[in-house]
Structure formats: structure tokens, C-alpha cells
């Protein structure tokens, strides 16, 4: 049973005026609720198909798989934004 997660609308719209960067746009409630949950399935697409991608035990989503989901979905602009995190691979272990 998954958890209903959701993003902090006020944190997406204060990123969404940052990005936007003009102080004459206004976002509408409904406008910013919207977008909040379209980022949220958004993550939640790419996390579980970075699942499937990964090179980690099945429990963790590691930056290649994220990346390789995101070229598999069509993402291909997002993927290549993204840093090289390899040499950030530690080995993670299950800890119960």
C-alpha cells in the first residue's frame, strides 16, 4: 500500500515564479494545484521506472536508473541536464 505523497504547493509555486522570473505573472490556486500534482506523478512515474533501471538492490533508486528511465520515457532533454553522479556510488545496503 502506497502512501499518497504529494509535493509542498507553496514550495512549486515559489519554484514556479523562480523559473518564470517575471513579477507581473500570477499563479492561481487551481493553477499551482495542478501543476504540484502533475510534478508529483511525474516523480513518482520516473522513480518507479528508475526502479527497474537500477543497479542497486530492487529497494533503491540509484541516479543511473534514474537517468536511464528518464531517456526510456523520452526524456532525453531532461536526462542530459542532469550531473554524472557516478562517482557518487557508494555501495548502500538494506538495513533493517
Known amino acids: 500500500d502506497l502512501e499518497e505523497k504529494?509535493?509542498?504547493?507553496?514550495?512549486?509555486?515559489?519554484?514556479?515564479k523562480k523559473v518564470i522570473n517575471d513579477p507581473t505573472v500570477k499563479i492561481s490556486s487551481t493553477g499551482c494545484e495542478i501543476l504540484t500534482s502533475i510534478a508529483?506523478?511525474?516523480?513518482?512515474?520516473?522513480?518507479?521506472?528508475?526502479?527497474?533501471?537500477s543497479n542497486r538492490?530492487?529497494?533503491?533508486?540509484?541516479?543511473?536508473?534514474?537517468?536511464?528511465?528518464?531517456?526510456?520515457?523520452?526524456?532525453?532533454?531532461?536526462?542530459?541536464?542532469?550531473p554524472d553522479l557516478s562517482e557518487f556510488t557508494e555501495d548502500m545496503q538494506h538495513i533493517d
Do not use: H
Open 6 to 16: 504529494s509535493l509542498n504547493p507553496k514550495q512549486v509555486k515559489r519554484y514556479i
Open 40 to 53: 508529483t506523478e511525474f516523480i513518482e512515474l520516473i522513480s518507479l521506472a528508475g526502479l527497474d533501471f
Open 57 to 82: 538492490p530492487k529497494q533503491y533508486v540509484d541516479s543511473n536508473g534514474i537517468i536511464k528511465a528518464l531517456k526510456e520515457l523520452g526524456f532525453d532533454d531532461i536526462a542530459e541536464m542532469l
